[in-house]
């Protein structure tokens, strides 16, 4: 007995058990496949058979080569902000003298210093200013080496990070280390004006 797997002569499976979204009475979207094959028989250029004619090959590099890149103004702009964000890019921003911290394990990755707190967690990035942060709370798990430090928003958002340490004694270390960046750069409001009457 033969089977056939991924025949291209089978339609996908309809109905409400395969799609969610499925309503009676309307036609199913177009498959990938049939949706090329629509594209290559009506293109300009093409026969009905979707075979490309001779004068549209032969009329292609001519208007590729009328088109160049940068002959617009609009294009012109466009380039000087990529170049602009290039040059950004490769010249990195002087540090200040200030603290940093850093914690990582082979998944997660918290940085602290004069631009805010960057969270990473595999490939899932968030960087927050220090003006967008309202707390910075840490916790360390009663049992194990794990460290979490959670950012708190001032619209009542709080966003999670968990570090293995490689011993229970980088708490502290880590701890002192994140408390001297607060305090250099988190300003959380408490300081009242002295000329207060």
């Known amino acids: 007995m033969e089977q056939r797997i991924g025949s291209s002569s089978s339609k996908p499976l309809e109905g409400a058990g395969f799609d969610p979204a499925f309503i009676p009475g309307l036609t199913a979207p177009a498959t990938g496949r049939e949706e090329d094959a629509k594209d290559t028989k009506d293109a300009p250029g093409t026969d009905g058979d979707g075979t490309v004619a001779d004068a549209a090959t032969e009329a292609a590099p001519e208007a590729e080569e009328s088109e160049k890149p940068g002959d617009s103004p609009a294009a012109e702009a466009a380039e000087a902000v990529e170049a602009a964000e290039e040059s950004e890019d490769d010249e990195p921003e002087p540090a200040p003298d200030g603290p940093v911290f850093e914690a990582s394990d082979r998944r997660a990755a918290l940085v602290a210093d004069h631009r805010g707190v960057r969270l990473r967690l595999d490939d899932q990035e968030c960087e927050f200013r220090w003006d967008e942060i309202g707390a910075v709370e840490t916790e360390t798990a009663r049992f194990g080496k794990r460290y979490t430090v959670t950012v708190h928003t001032p619209d009542r958002r709080w966003y999670p990070l968990e570090i293995d340490a490689d ?15 607060l305090d250099a750069y988190f300003d959380d409001g408490a300081e009242e004006p002295a000329d207060r009457v």
């Open 167 to 181: 011993s229970r004694r980088r708490f502290a270390e880590w701890d002192a280390a994140l408390d001297e960046v």
